[in-house]
């Protein structure tokens, strides 16, 4: 439980996260323009080697920063993707307390993911290299999230939710640019409304 305190203690004020918002959008030119050259990267190599992987997930620093991006060549037009994250903690010394990101989705709000939903998702635990591992995985598998307007059936539920194939994530707006995704649940653990939800909002894909 101490753990579980800790991270609930860590919570990233709303004034910090739009910082860090800032920032990301700042930066995020020049990241977008690493993936494009990946891109290119990967089409050279595909045509040397018809076995190569049309996609690729990889960790990129820009000025100091931190993120993960996430390419995928198509004959449409190629997609790419970039989690911003960071470390953070109460005190000096203790910079690696906990665990943040942001999913910045043009034309909409920013997703904002803490320690607590890193400690969930993927395999449960408090540990900071399983969260960071949870982080990279989730990223992978999910690199753009479509989050749904739900009806609530109780009170204090949050307000926006996604159906993932591991579970239920839910989130709930963080003043007007962000959208903080702090709860997930597996199927395990979801309510008989969770479950109901959960089929719902998977039959509007």
Aim: hydrophobic share 40%; aromatic share 10%.
């Amino acid at each position: 439980m101490r753990n579980v305190a800790l991270l609930v203690r860590m919570a990233y004020a709303l004034a910090a996260l739009e910082k860090k918002l800032s920032i990301a959008q700042a930066h995020y030119p020049a990241v977008e323009h690493s993936m494009r050259l990946r891109c290119g990267l990967l089409r050279s190599a595909m045509a040397k080697d018809a076995t190569t992987k049309g996609e690729d997930a990889y960790p990129f620093r820009h000025k100091g920063q931190e993120w993960r991006c996430r390419v995928r060549l198509g004959k449409d037009g190629d997609e790419v993707h970039a989690l911003f994250w960071w470390f953070h903690g109460r005190k000096e010394g203790h910079e690696k307390e906990a665990l943040d990101a942001l999913m910045l989705r043009p034309g909409l709000q920013a997703l904002h993911f803490d320690s607590h939903f890193w400690s969930r998702w993927g395999l449960r635990s408090e540990r900071m290299g399983v969260m960071i591992t949870n982080l990279m995985g989730f990223h992978k598998q999910y690199p753009q999230l479509t989050l749904r307007n739900v009806h609530r059936f109780y009170p204090a539920q949050p307000e926006y939710a996604a159906a993932l194939d591991q579970g239920l994530l839910l989130g709930r707006a963080n003043g007007k640019r962000l959208i903080s995704c702090d709860t997930f649940k597996n199927h395990e653990l979801m309510s008989a409304e969770e479950k109901a939800l959960w089929k719902m909002i998977r039959k509007m894909r």
